[in-house]
C-alpha cells in the first residue's frame, strides 16, 4: 500500500476506534478533534447514515453513523459514545463511533491487504488490515465514506 505522505521504514499515526465488537482505524491526519456526543438535528432526506447536523463552534457538521454506513447496524448514542471530527475529502464531517481507543503507530509493511473474500462494500471502505496485540483492526479510508453525492446532501 504506497502512499505519498509515508516512505518505506517511516511509521505513521492511526486512531483506533471501536463499534460494536469491532475495531477500526483511520489516518490521525484526518482527524480534527474527538468530542463527546452531542445530539444532532435531522435532516429530511438525508441517508439513513447521516444522523444530522450539530452547531460546531458556529459551523454546521454533519454526523455521520459510521457503524450505519459500514452496514453493521445504526448506534442508540448514549453520554459515551463519540464524535471524531474528520476531513473527508473537501469537508468536515463529525463521525459517530462507540469509543475511541488507541493511538497506532504502524508502517506500510504491517498493513495487510483485504481478503478476496470480503463482500465489496467492505473492499470499498477497508484498506487494510492490521493484525495488533492479537487483535483486527480494520484501516478505514474515509474518502470512501461518503459518495461525492451524499457529501452534497450533508452540506
Known sequence: MSDPLTHAGMGRELISFRIGSQEFCVDIMDVREIRGWTPATALPQAPPFVRGVINLRGAVLPIVDLGSRLGLGQADPTARHVIIVAQVQN????????????????????IQPTPDVASEMVRNFVRGLLAIDGRMVSFISLDRVLPEKDLEVAA
Open 91 to 110: 469537508q468536515i464531517v463529525g463521525l459517530l463511533v462507540d469509543a475511541v481507543s488507541d493511538i497506532l503507530t504502524v508502517t506500510d509493511d504491517m
